[in-house]
Nanobody, 129 residues
Framework: QVQLVESGGDSVQTGGSLRLSCVGS????????LAWFRQAPGKEREGVAV???????LYAESVEGRFTISKDSANNTLYLEMDVLKPEDTAIYYC???????????????????????WGQGTQVTVSS
């Protein structure tokens, strides 16, 4: 398992922006399928975005066009750029990682939590109206 540590969560107003980071532990290579999830109060954790080894991406419909997932493989870091934030984006955000055999496998069941074997501790994002 890769140890993951998120940062960048904060409190912002509606329409604001934040960039979340997720760093993999030193000496280990980030897995080739990386994702962001979030969990709002009283709700189940949901997939937000995923990126594969070829930097192909998929997004949840609720964040499409506002959020951008990216990675810096050289520095073992995953990012989530969040723009035009809304109160409904308020949640704890988690990064997750898994290793897949073929790059397209990353897109299969990407929103399923059980598919990932490495998780960060989460970072809180609060958007006020």
């Amino acid at each position: 398992q890769v140890q993951l540590v998120e940062s960048g969560g904060d409190s912002v107003q509606t329409g604001g922006s934040l960039r979340l980071s997720c760093v993999g532990s030193q000496g280990t290579k980030m897995n080739n399928c990386l994702a962001w999830f979030r969990q709002a109060p009283g709700k189940e954790r949901e997939g937000v975005a995923v990126i594969d080894e070829n930097r192909n991406t998929l997004y949840a419909e609720s964040v499409e066009g506002r959020f951008t997932i990216s990675k810096d493989s050289a520095n073992n870091t995953l990012y989530l750029e969040m723009d035009v934030l809304k109160p409904e984006d308020t949640a704890i955000y988690y990064c997750a990682a898994r290793q897949v055999v073929a790059w397209w496998d990353c897109r299969v069941n990407w929103v399923r939590e059980s598919a990932y074997n490495s998780w960060g501790q989460g970072t809180q994002v609060t958007v006020s109206s």
